[in-house]
């Protein structure tokens, strides 16, 4: 291909391409054969001018991109190149070789065969019975033990824990006095004594405590009565 030749630009065409763009008109230039990565004789405008005015200080966005690069004075015209001219393109030649006529053969075409009869289909085998499958047997696992234990206090409060397997399930969970008496109740009668001598021994207690309550306080009225009287 060959190279356009332009004038690179110059002092009063960079002044001018700055007056343009300060008013609002970018004005178009046109690269040269120096320009690195753009095909020559290529539009463009500029659109700014980087500081200090060194080297690639013109920025200049291509006709037909998106980008914008950054070229010298050198790599820039403002004279538009002359359209190129197209060569037309060569006669073919006439092939001077005659080509034959063409022969025409004139043939009885034979007869067409009889077809063949159509060949029996072999009756399909009997399929095989399948074989019948028994159900797996289930093997049943074997299920956790489960240990309750109820521990009762002094003052007659009621805990209970669950192991189930190796897991304790409900540790040192509440449960009213009340309902395990009725629980022990059937339960064989070892359980019912053990239970009920607690019971009995905390209904003793709370008893006495209920006694000593009730003496407090008729004392307190009697002397309340007194200083109010």
């Known amino acids: 291909m060959a190279k356009v030749k332009q004038n690179s630009l110059s002092p009063e065409d960079i002044d001018h391409l700055r007056a343009e763009l300060a008013a609002g008109r970018p004005a178009a230039v046109w690269f040269t054969s120096a320009a690195v990565g753009v095909e020559a004789g290529r539009s463009g405008k500029v659109v700014a001018f980087t500081e200090p005015a060194e080297g690639d200080f013109i920025q200049v966005r291509p006709t037909g991109e998106k980008d914008d690069l950054s070229f010298s004075p050198g790599e820039l015209t403002v004279e538009k190149p002359a359209p190129r001219k197209r060569t037309p393109p060569a006669a073919a030649k006439p092939d001077p070789t005659p080509v034959p006529a063409p022969v025409e053969h004139i043939y009885t075409p034979a007869p067409a065969p009889a077809p063949a009869p159509p060949k029996p289909k072999p009756a399909p085998a009997p399929a095989a019975p ?17 240990t309750v234990t109820l521990t009762s206090t002094a003052e007659g409060e009621w805990t209970v824990d669950v192991q189930w397997g190796s897991k304790r399930t409900l540790k040192a969970a509440p449960v009213a006095a009340s309902a395990v008496s009725q629980a022990a109740k059937l339960l064989p009668a070892e359980v019912d004594e053990a239970v009920e001598s607690v019971l009995s021994a905390a209904r003793e207690r709370h008893l006495a405590r209920v006694e000593q309550l009730r003496a407090e306080l008729e004392e307190a009225q009697r002397a309340l009565a007194e200083l109010s009287g």
């Open 130 to 146: 399948a074989p019948e499958r028994r159900p797996a047997a289930r093997k049943q696992a074997k299920p956790a033990e489960v």
